[in-house]
């Protein structure tokens, strides 16, 4: 067969994806179900219905992922799936799944880092070119990565508590708005003014690290405050107050990074990429610079098969295969 035609599963948090990449760059197919309904009642990811969702929808939305492609698992060169990190019992739905469609079909087994997936989202949109940087900015994670090289990722910095996303779901839920919250806050911060002077947490002057955790208490102090003093504050304005301290510290260390590192190109990666306030941000900060700024569409923003394929491409080329004892890994290492 020519053509490189890799099978991607994700399965590491609350959605359920399937997708079919062509030679790393092209999306036959890419099939995501949402959890979403149902962790929204307790306000947040529940491992137990996430691996209980994910049991149930996995082969429906394979089988549809094959289908959309107009492929049968005979065309396959191999089969991807993320192995961590995520939620254990969600990890391990997916590469079983894997597995067993590497087995019964004999061919390569290949184990992805999802973060490395929401990188190559990238290559899913226009080729990449190194030495490169990418920002990414999820529900578990903050970290400016350097990449010299396809495959090769040099953490230089990431939070040190809360990811980005994760603060903006905490914040959302103080102001009493549905999970995931980074969206509405998102939405809210457009129609606000920044009129609450949040902290900026920059920690040391040459660090790279993150830290959100003294603002997202800074929020609810701040709300519990004008509560006590029955004053009304409009949600509208906490919103926006959040999101400018957020992204001035995002953005103000990513300038930093990418004048050290002298890369030219800058990937913005995972789901918090959907935040229009930060790609606004980022566009209008390096518009006027030598640096080639990518930033995926929504839909390659949010956890989804595609971005697995993409980087299970890499692997393929280097023939970086995985056994039969590769296993769903909550901590593994990018
Ligand atoms: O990458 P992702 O789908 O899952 C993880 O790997 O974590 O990211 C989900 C996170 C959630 O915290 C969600 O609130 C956040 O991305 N998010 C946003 C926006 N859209 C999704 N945060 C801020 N603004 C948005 N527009
Ligand atoms: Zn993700």
Request: hydrophobic share 40%.
């Amino acid at each position: 067969n020519e053509k490189e035609l890799i099978l991607a599963i994700e399965t590491s948090c609350d959605e359920t994806s399937a997708a079919v990449i062509e030679n790393g760059t092209v999306i036959l197919s890419n099939v995501v179900s949402s959890q979403i309904e149902s962790h929204k009642r307790f306000g947040g990811v529940v491992p137990e219905v996430a691996s209980r969702h994910h049991v149930e929808q996995i082969t429906i939305i394979i089988e549809q992922a094959m289908e959309e492609a107009n492929i049968t698992f005979a065309d396959l060169s191999a089969v991807a799936v993320t192995e961590g990190p995520g939620l254990v019992g969600a990890l391990l739905i997916g590469v079983n799944a894997a597995k067993a469609i590497a087995f019964a079909h004999n061919i390569p087994l290949i184990g992805v880092h999802h973060i490395a997936g929401h990188i190559y989202a990238n290559q899913l949109v226009e080729p990449i070119s190194f030495p490169l940087l990418a920002l990414v900015v999820s529900g578990g994670h903050t970290e400016l990565v350097y990449m010299k090289e396809d495959g090769h990722f040099e953490i230089i910095g990431e939070t040190r508590d809360d990811a980005v996303g994760e603060a903006y779901d905490k914040v959302a839920r103080t102001l009493g708005l549905p999970y995931p919250g980074g969206p509405h806050i998102d939405r809210l911060a457009a129609e606000g003014k920044e009129t609450i002077d949040f902290p900026r947490s920059w920690l040391e002057p040459d660090s790279f690290d993150f830290s959100f955790s003294g603002l997202k208490s800074s929020v609810i102090n701040t709300l519990h405050n004008f509560n006590q003093r029955g004053e009304e504050v409009k949600k509208e304005d906490v919103a926006a107050s959040f999101q400018a301290s957020v992204i001035d510290v995002l953005v103000g260390k990513t300038r930093r990074a990418v004048k050290k590192h002298e890369v030219n190109q800058l990937l913005l990666a995972g789901g918090v990429a959907a935040n229009k306030g930060l790609r606004h941000a980022l566009e209008k900060e390096f518009e006027k610079t030598n640096v080639d700024l990518r930033i995926p569409p929504l839909s390659l923003c949010t956890d989804n098969a595609a971005m697995i394929g993409a980087a299970a491409s890499v692997k393929w080329r280097k023939q970086k295969f995985a056994s039969y004892d590769l296993n769903g890994n909550p901590g593994l290492d990018l």
